[in-house]
Nanobody
Framework: QVQVVDSGGGLVQSGGSLRLSCRAS????????MAWYRQATGKQRELVAR???????SYSDTVMGRFTISGDMDNNAVYLQMNSLVPEDTAVYYC?????????????????WGQGTRVTVSS
């Protein structure tokens, strides 16, 4: 079993910064990738940023240039530095951890979620 704990959310003014943290523990043998998603009230959950085991990174267009994802694969941890926050970034942010070896055409072995951490940006 794998446990994922995410934290770091809070209330911040527009233009401010926050840093989210996430750590996976338990039966984590190999990290496939780690990602941050967010879900605003009344909207679908959306991918914010992803870092793969090979170090490659991708961002959604809405956060490109403002958010930075970083990972510590040896310690099963991932971080999201969020700068220049705007009210539209208000959401519950979820850490997602997928496990297994990357094999083209083969899905990850495991897919785990944190409980979510709320980010509120005031105008």
């Amino acid at each position: 079993q794998v446990q994922v704990v995410d934290s770091g959310g809070g209330l911040v003014q527009s233009g401010g910064s926050l840093r989210l943290s996430c750590r996976a523990s338990g039966s984590v043998y190999v990290i496939y990738d780690m990602a941050w998603y967010r879900q605003a009230t009344g909207k679908q959950r959306e991918l914010v940023a992803r870092i793969r085991s090979d170090g490659s990174i991708s961002y959604s267009d809405t956060v490109m240039g403002r958010f930075t994802i970083s990972g510590d694969m040896d310690n099963n941890a991932v971080y999201l530095q969020m700068n220049s926050l705007v009210p539209e970034d208000t959401a519950v942010y979820y850490c997602n951890v997928r496990t297994g070896y990357y094999i083209e055409g083969v899905a990850p072995a495991g897919d785990y979620w944190g409980q979510g951490t709320r980010v509120t940006v005031s105008s």
